[in-house]
């Protein structure tokens, strides 16, 4: 069973910074698309950021320009550079990655931006 576990959520103040790592059990190059979603409260879950195979990478209205998909092969994980953090980024980041057509889902890593 392939396994996604995200780190490096936190508390931070509005203009700041966070990484996200999200590393694999499984062969990264198994995955069609690995990705980041968020959920904030009371809100469905949204796409945040994707980074395919072939390194085509697709990334929400509301963090273009602030926030960088990226991932290191050698090391399984997909990162989440995610600048210039606002409160409405507040939220629970969950990592995904597709495997033809099966999902597979981090437990989560909540983000909160709070002055």
């Known amino acids: 069973q392939v396994q996604l576990v995200e780190s490096g959520g936190g508390l931070v103040q509005p203009g700041g910074s966070l990484r996200l790592s999200c590393t694999t059990s499984?062969?990264?190059?198994?995955?069609?698309?690995m990705g980041w979603y968020r959920q904030a409260p009371g809100k469905q879950r949204e796409l945040v950021a994707s980074l395919t195979r072939g390194d085509i990478t697709n990334y929400a209205d509301s963090v273009k320009g602030r926030f960088t998909i990226s991932r290191d092969n050698a090391k399984k994980t997909v990162y989440l550079q995610m600048n210039s953090l606002a409160p409405e980024d507040t939220a629970v980041y969950y990592c995904?990655?597709?495997?033809?057509?099966?999902?597979?889902w981090g437990q989560g890593t909540q983000v909160t931006v709070s002055s």
């Open positions: 499984g062969n990264m190059l198994s995955f069609n698309t």
């Open positions: 995904y990655g597709r495997i033809v057509i099966r999902d597979f």
